[in-house]
């Protein structure tokens, strides 16, 4: 037991855990980083850098073992479920900033690792508020796959395919009064058919 309060363990045999030290402050730490963790006066727990578990960290929080790694659930009696927020708080606000970004990947080759797909959420014009959505993948290099834009549209960077027995693909006009439903589909008897809501194969193509 020590001065001011202060309550010290110290192990001379381990560079893991050279001395352990609680003060009255609510911190807990070492000789060296006295303030590695604080316990708040709220019951809430806060680190002063990285957290890891299974693992040395070398980010802010790192998680390594087996089976699931993370689950978040929400005891919310309203409408409002489990939550992930990505935000980027910075000062100097951009366009082309990317402001998220989920990386999935792994080994490829022995311990050689890869991003095999993103996500990624970007600024278009951040006065603005607009911003678009990236769907990446992997063929040697990431490139993107599909694109959602603030108004809406979606870009496909390569083919779209309907694939079922009977594929169909609606054209839905919303303007006013000028506006149509068209419909694009395939029968199982290999004919195409281009057709307005309430018409029957106004348009046949064998």
Request: glycine share 10%.
């Amino acid at each position: 037991v020590g001065g001011s309060n202060k309550v010290s363990i110290v192990s001379s045999g381990s560079s893991h855990f050279p001395s352990l030290k609680v003060n009255n402050n609510g911190f807990l730490g070492s000789a060296s980083v006295t303030d590695a963790l604080k316990l708040l006066s709220s019951g809430d727990l806060q680190a002063k850098t990285k957290i890891g578990i299974g693992i040395d960290p070398t980010t802010l929080l790192h998680i390594k073992g087996t089976g699931d790694a993370i689950r978040v659930e929400s005891t919310n009696t309203g409408a409002g479920g489990a939550q992930v927020d990505l935000l980027h708080f910075t000062t100097s606000p951009a366009d082309e900033d990317t402001f998220g970004v989920i990386n999935m990947g792994g080994y490829y080759a022995g311990t050689t690792s890869v991003y095999g797909t993103q996500i990624k959420s970007i600024w278009t014009d951040v006065s603005e508020r607009h911003s678009k959505l990236e769907f990446t993948t992997c063929d040697t290099t990431l490139s993107t796959a599909l694109t959602l834009a603030h108004d809406n549209s979606a870009t496909f960077a390569g083919n779209v395919t309907l694939s079922s027995t009977a594929p169909i693909l609606y054209l839905d006009n919303t303007t006013a009064t000028t506006g149509k439903n068209w419909r694009l589909s395939s029968a199982a008897n290999g004919k195409m058919y281009i057709t307005q809501a309430g018409v029957v194969d106004a348009i046949t193509l064998d």
